[in-house]
């Protein structure tokens, strides 16, 4: 009896589940998919950094180094090189996030060589970007290695001729601290799942949003409520975690109140769009399971993309191309060049002006999401 007992329940639960089978497809679909994002969005090797050489000298053994840093665009595919004249320009662009390194061949870099004296190469990096920085040194390193080996000079080579100048464009940031805009990234994605759109549907599925229907609420009434509800605990939770994060790295944020206030602005923009977004994808979900089901799947496909923890442009090409399309690729961008390097608002002006695009967009998206019926 008992086992024909267990035969019937067991029959009900999977008759129940085959009647859903967005979840049986999720159980299958989902670590392919993780296996697929993850395991794209960290390569080991980190491949088309891009960086601008300023060649100041054009003798044989500075030709030499770029015909090595050529070699590694071509064949490892570890740099993209942009030649350029001006240093400054070079460093400013990137201060502004567009590229990963300078590297200034000196005037006189040849003749030091070929007299045996020590010839040094300037390398300026974008040392926020650690794992990246870390590279371009070993990059540089190895393509002055292999000059030494090549050339012989007439006289007795002394003091290892070739010399790198490693320098930081920026103040030091520790890798615990190079976090901190992925986490605030990932606390406002949470929120805006727990916060918005999983509080709306366990409400349907309660039976609590029928009791909008005798008042004199409208549609967008209750939309807004819902959202700006959403978007305050989500902003505070954001902003919270900078602060806690800050304190725990005992860092601290560069260019004072201005700076702050872009970080929150940046913070309650990026919230919106997340939590529009949410409700856009899962709004009409009939159960809070399939909510917290694609919380995960959301999770993954949004966060390991963004730049938090790997660098965007050691993607595969598929994957880079959907990192710029991706929100939290944005946030962290604008949130790490504010918050480690100081730039000002005309640095991150793009970033911005995508967030506030895509805002929009998902709040008009969403509004379709509510409908004040059963």
């Not at 999983?198 to 029928?210: A, I, K, P, S």
């Not at 961008?333 to 929009?360: E, N, R």
Request: glycine share 8%; net charge neutral; hydrophobic share 50%.
């Amino acid at each position: 009896m008992f086992g024909l007992k267990f035969l019937a329940v067991m029959r009900r639960d999977l008759k129940k589940l085959m009647r859903n089978p967005v979840t049986l497809l999720s159980v299958i679909l989902m670590p392919i998919l993780y296996l697929v994002i993850i395991g794209n969005s960290f390569q080991g090797q980190l491949k088309h950094l891009p960086i601008v050489i300023v060649e100041q000298d054009h003798g044989l053994y500075a030709r030499r180094i770029v015909e090595q840093l050529l070699a590694l665009q071509a064949g490892p595919k570890t740099v993209d090189i942009t030649f350029e004249n001006d240093p400054g320009y070079a460093m400013g662009q990137v201060r502004d996030g567009l590229f990963k390194g300078v590297v200034v061949i000196p005037p006189d870099f040849s003749h030091a060589v070929a007299e045996g004296r020590i010839a040094q190469i300037g390398l300026f990096t974008d040392n926020v970007d650690e794992i990246s920085s870390e590279t371009l040194e070993s990059a540089l390193d190895q393509a002055a290695a292999t000059v030494k080996v090549t050339f012989v000079t007439a006289r007795e080579p002394k003091l290892n001729d070739i010399s790198l100048r490693p320098n930081w464009l920026f103040p030091y940031v520790d890798y615990d601290r190079s976090l901190i805009p992925g986490v605030i990234v990932m606390a406002i994605f949470m929120g805006s799942l727990m916060s918005g759109v999983f509080n709306w549907v366990m409400d349907q599925f309660l039976g609590v949003t029928e009791g909008y229907l005798v008042t004199p609420l409208s549609r967008w009434d209750i939309a807004g409520g819902i959202l700006a509800s959403g978007v305050t605990v989500t902003s505070t939770a954001g902003v919270l975690v900078l602060f806690l994060g800050l304190l725990i790295t005992r860092g601290r944020i560069l260019g004072g109140p201005i700076a702050l206030a872009m970080l929150v602005g940046i913070i309650v923009v990026s919230a919106t769009g997340l939590l529009a977004m949410t409700f856009a994808l899962l709004g009409r979900a009939g159960h809070p399971r399939l909510v917290g089901t694609f919380a995960g799947f959301l999770n993954v496909i949004l966060f390991f993309p963004s730049g938090a923890i790997y660098p965007v442009e050691s993607f595969p090409p598929w994957l880079r191309a959907f990192a710029r399309v991706n929100p939290e690729t944005h946030s962290v961008s604008a949130i790490k060049q504010i918050l480690f390097k100081g730039a000002d608002f005309a640095a991150v002006s793009g970033d911005i002006a995508y967030l506030l695009v895509f805002m929009v967009l998902m709040l008009v998206v969403a509004s379709f999401s509510f409908k004040r019926t059963l």
